[in-house]
């Protein structure tokens, strides 16, 4: 299994909490940037955070800086994104996606998931 697959997706009220996770092979994930966009329909992906390989390093959008915490576990080739204070806003499907370094994620990731919905009642 090449693509990462993302998990923890669901239907929450405003100012709750989600956790997705994205779980990938070891071809997929070791020395990579991992992170998240999300897509709401008929809009254009947005992409949220990513980390670098290591996890030394993170990128967050202004729309969820503050509120939402990227990590990896490389010892299960994970990564997760705690989403805090959830707002109607950030309802929208995510995606997980990897890439050589995060430059290059941001330019275009070489692998995506199929997605996890995320809806946030108001």
């Known amino acids: 299994q090449v693509q990462p697959v993302e998990s923890g997706g669901g239907l929450v009220q405003a100012g709750e909490s989600l956790r997705l996770t994205c779980t990938a092979s070891?071809?997929?994930?070791?020395?990579?940037?991992m992170g998240w966009f999300r897509q709401v329909t008929g809009k254009e992906r947005e992409g949220i955070s990513c980390?670098?390989?290591?996890?030394?390093?993170?990128f967050y959008a202004d729309s969820v800086k503050g509120r939402f915490t990227i990590s990896r576990d490389n010892a299960e080739n994970t990564v997760y994104l705690q989403m805090n204070n959830l707002e109607p806003e950030d309802t929208a499907m995510y995606y997980c996606?990897?890439?050589?370094?995060?430059?290059?994620?941001?330019?275009?990731?070489?692998?995506w998931g199929p997605g996890a919905q995320v809806t946030v009642s108001s």
């Open positions: 996606a990897a890439a050589q370094s995060m430059i290059d994620w941001i330019r275009g990731p070489d692998y």
């Open positions: 070891r071809l997929t994930f070791d020395g990579r940037a």
């Open positions: 980390t670098t390989s290591s996890g030394g390093r993170t």
